[in-house]
Each structure stands twice: as structure tokens, then as C-alpha cells.
């Protein structure tokens, strides 16, 4: 077992360096089962939830090599079982991401339904009404997913009940070796949908209207393979920089893209930070107290769920109450409690919480809850006084690349302990 210990009550300055996007990542490995060659994945962060999806592949017969680079070298020609059983993705959420590659080229596939944060019921039922819409023959038994496709998947219009990034990403790549076009409307806008678009787009396939609402896929052939990279992490970039803030301090992130960010850096200005940006970087100080903000989470270019937690941390010790909406995810609530043991001043009513800030948090024995709860109260143990003891911080390598690394450079005093049970 593993806490985190931070001594609290150290303003953040420096700069640090954003790894590759999780969220991004997961599809593009995904995408690596359409390719009838190998492919080189560029900027893949070491995280928990990557490792379940290499070894996935690899079970499933790829061949997966990592190199010094944070790059992955995969070629999935030898895959010859096209499963995903419950003992191997039943951490992750985004095992259902390799259902439509799988389909599309073996003609079937078993797929666990999947695990994951306990933040919602994020169900895949419009990933598999797509799949049906293009002929697939789906039954769900036994916690599996069983799709058949003998004739192959053909195109179809597709139209989503509501905005979900990782059924948009599902369909799009098996639509990409369908037979005839596929129309995909009410489609997720996010960077990461983008960037998988992109990817398959340099691999041979033909995509047109993604980051906007409607996308339209023309089946081809084959896809070829070639070197495909990975977007910044936006949500990484969010926490460090909120965590700068948090403290009083004055925080970089480099290596990212501030136009990730809009919504997120709107409200940081909006409750008085001063915003520098480049580039390829973003620089937030706080200029005293910052003033409590309202937010409410909504689908891109909307403020992302993703960062609610942080946020939520954040206006913890601003002045004033903040009220903020989560519309995403039913459960995502769940570290509110353990901010309040920190001291903080939260009410819930329903899908929103008032936030009124307080002066100081103190330091407090609190457990992770999901992966985003993990990072705002490594915040929270960084901003407040005395100790912070994180435990069940597995949530957090699922999510942030080396963050007591990162964390340190910053000038927080944070460490990892191991403990006996």
C-alpha cells in the first residue's frame, strides 16, 4: 500500500514540463489494431491505465516495445484474439475503446464491460447501437460484450442521444475500414477526438468535420501505419497551474498548447490570476486572494468535468462563495467530503456544490476517491498547513506522470511512503 505526505503551506513557483495526454493516448492505441503495418506512438506518458492497454495488445498477440523516447513501437499484425476479458481491463474505463477496432477487423470481438473510477454509470449502450446501425449483431452476457460482424460493418447515420468523447472515438475508428460512409452527429468536439482524427487521417483514412458536431467518415481498404503523436495533457496542464494558484504562487507549464485550455483559462482570469502565454506555454500568478467564480462542466469547448475537482480545490480558499454545476458525471462529488476534513466550507444541493472559501486549509489524514478527487487533494495537502496523508493514491498513476516529481520541482515537500498492511 501507498500514501502521499505533504507538508503543506509552500506558494508553487517554476516552471514544469506537460507529459502526453492520457486521454489521447488510450484511443491512439486503440487505432493501432486498424493498421496493417506497425506504428510509432510518440509522447506517451508512463501511467497505469497506458500499461493496461499495452499489455492488453500484447495478450491479444502485438508485438509492444517501449523505447527511451517515450515512444511505443507497436505492430499488432500478430494479434490473433480479439478479446478484452475482465482480469485485464477492469481498472481502466477506456477498455471499451478497442470493441469497434476489433470488430471491424476480425469480424467479431468479446469485450468486458468496462471498470474504472467510480464517478459515474458512463454507460457504452450508444457505442453499441452504432455498432448495430452498421451491422453488427451485439449480446451482453455475463458482463461481456459479444459482437459479431460476419459480413463486416457497413456505414450508417449515427446520431447520439448525448455528447460521449469515447463512443464518438469508438465508432470513428471502425468506421474507418467500413464499407461506405458513416455519419456521425451529435459528435464529441474534444481536442482528443481531434487528435485520433488526425492520426488515422496520416494512417489513410478518410475523416472530415471532427472537432465540430458532425463527422463524416468514407470507408477505405486498410489503414497503413507511420508515426502518430500525442496532444498535450490539457488536465495536467490545468492542475499545476490551479495548484500554483491555490498557494499564492507563480507556476509555468511548457511543452503544452494554451488554446487546449480556453474555458479553463477564462475563469482563472475571471478570479484574478494574471495569464501569460506562447506558444507552447502558459504562465498563471496570483496576484493575493483569488475571488470565488461560477462554473458548471459541459462537453467541449465548455469548462471539462475533468477539471472540476481541481477547481473545486481552488475556490476552496478564494474569497467569496463559488457555485459549481457538475452536468457530466452523477458521482463526481466524492472528494468533497475529504476537502471538507481539510477544512474547506462546501455545501451539496443535488449536481452542485457551494464552495465558500475559507482563509486556510488545514492538514488531514483523507483517502482518493477517483483519479481527478486524487489530484485536488494533492492540491489541497500542497496548499494547506501542517501534514496532508493521501491514501489510495493508485487512482492518481492512472492520470499524472511522476507528480511528486513534478510537484517538488515546484518547491512543494511532498513524498511517496510505502506502507506495511
Known amino acids: 500500500m501507498e500514501n502521499i505526505v505533504i507538508q503543506g503551506g509552500t506558494p508553487l513557483k517554476g516552471s514544469v514540463e506537460i507529459s502526453g495526454a492520457k486521454?489521447?493516448?488510450?484511443?491512439?492505441?486503440?487505432?493501432?489494431?486498424?493498421?496493417?503495418?506497425?506504428?510509432?506512438?510518440h509522447r506517451i506518458p508512463h501511467l497505469n491505465d497506458i500499461s493496461t492497454m499495452t499489455n492488453l495488445l500484447a495478450w491479444q498477440g502485438a508485438e509492444v516495445t517501449y523505447d527511451d523516447q517515450n515512444c511505443l513501437h507497436i505492430d499488432t499484425r500478430p494479434a490473433n484474439k480479439p478479446e478484452a476479458p475482465y482480469d485485464m481491463v477492469k481498472t481502466m474505463r477506456a477498455s471499451s475503446l478497442v470493441l469497434g477496432p476489433l470488430l471491424v477487423r476480425f469480424g467479431e470481438a468479446k469485450v468486458s464491460l468496462p471498470g474504472g473510477c467510480a464517478i459515474g454509470a458512463r454507460p457504452i449502450d450508444?457505442?453499441?447501437?452504432?455498432?448495430?446501425?452498421?451491422?453488427?449483431?451485439?449480446?451482453?452476457?455475463?458482463?461481456?460484450?459479444?459482437?459479431?460482424?460476419?459480413?463486416?460493418?457497413?456505414?450508417?447515420?449515427?446520431?447520439?442521444?448525448?455528447?460521449?468523447?469515447?463512443?464518438?472515438?469508438?465508432?470513428?475508428?471502425?468506421?474507418?475500414?467500413?464499407?461506405?460512409?458513416?455519419?456521425?452527429?451529435?459528435?464529441?468536439?474534444?481536442?482528443?477526438?481531434?487528435?485520433?482524427?488526425?492520426?488515422?487521417?496520416?494512417?489513410?483514412?478518410?475523416?472530415?468535420?471532427?472537432?465540430?458536431?458532425?463527422?463524416?467518415?468514407?470507408?477505405?481498404?486498410?489503414?497503413?501505419?507511420?508515426?502518430?503523436?500525442?496532444?498535450?495533457?490539457?488536465?495536467?496542464?490545468?492542475?499545476?497551474?490551479?495548484?500554483?494558484?491555490?498557494?499564492?504562487?507563480?507556476?509555468?507549464?511548457?511543452?503544452?498548447?494554451?488554446?487546449?485550455?480556453?474555458?479553463?483559462?477564462?475563469?482563472?482570469?475571471?478570479?484574478?490570476?494574471?495569464?501569460e502565454t506562447g506558444d507552447d506555454y502558459i504562465r498563471c500568478i496570483a496576484n493575493g486572494r483569488l475571488q470565488a467564480v461560477n462554473i458548471h462542466t459541459m462537453p467541449h469547448p465548455g469548462f471539462p468535468t475533468d477539471i472540476q475537482a481541481q477547481f473545486m480545490a481552488m475556490m476552496c480558499v478564494a474569497e467569496g462563495t463559488s457555485l459549481i454545476s457538475e452536468t457530466i458525471f452523477e458521482n463526481r462529488f466524492m472528494h468533497v467530503q475529504e476537502l471538507v476534513r481539510m477544512g474547506a466550507d462546501i455545501q451539496l444541493d443535488g449536481h452542485t456544490a457551494a464552495v465558500k472559501g475559507v482563509a486556510r486549509l488545514s492538514g488531514a489524514p483523507v483517502m482518493a476517491t477517483d483519479l481527478r478527487a486524487s489530484a485536488s487533494l494533492v492540491m489541497a495537502g500542497v496548499a494547506a498547513e501542517g501534514e496532508t496523508v493521501i491514501s489510495r493514491v493508485y487512482h492518481i498513476d492512472r492520470g499524472y506522470e511522476r507528480i511528486e516529481e513534478k510537484m517538488r520541482s515546484l518547491g512543494a515537500n511532498i513524498e511517496r511512503h510505502y506502507v506495511q498492511k
Not at 235 to 256: K, P, Q, R, S
Open 126 to 275: 450508444m457505442h453499441l447501437k452504432g455498432l448495430e446501425i452498421m451491422g453488427a449483431e451485439i449480446e451482453v452476457e455475463h458482463g461481456m460484450v459479444i459482437a459479431k460482424a460476419p459480413k463486416g460493418l457497413h456505414g450508417g447515420r449515427i446520431v447520439f442521444d448525448m455528447v460521449t468523447v469515447t463512443g464518438t472515438e469508438n465508432l470513428m475508428m471502425a468506421a474507418t475500414l467500413a464499407k461506405g460512409e458513416t455519419v456521425l452527429e451529435n459528435a464529441a468536439r474534444e481536442p482528443e477526438v481531434v487528435n485520433l482524427a488526425d492520426a488515422l487521417r496520416s494512417m489513410g483514412a478518410q475523416i472530415e468535420g471532427d472537432g465540430t458536431a458532425c463527422i463524416t467518415i468514407q470507408g477505405v481498404d486498410r489503414l497503413a501505419g507511420g508515426d502518430i503523436y500525442t496532444i498535450s495533457d490539457r488536465i495536467e496542464a490545468a492542475t499545476y497551474l490551479a495548484a500554483g494558484l491555490m498557494t499564492g504562487g507563480d507556476v509555468t507549464v511548457t511543452n503544452t498548447d494554451p488554446h487546449l485550455l480556453e474555458a479553463f483559462l477564462a475563469r482563472v482570469k475571471e478570479a484574478g490570476a494574471t495569464v
Open 23 to 41: 486521454n489521447a493516448a488510450l484511443p491512439l492505441l486503440a487505432a493501432a489494431i486498424l493498421a496493417d503495418e506497425p506504428v510509432i506512438l
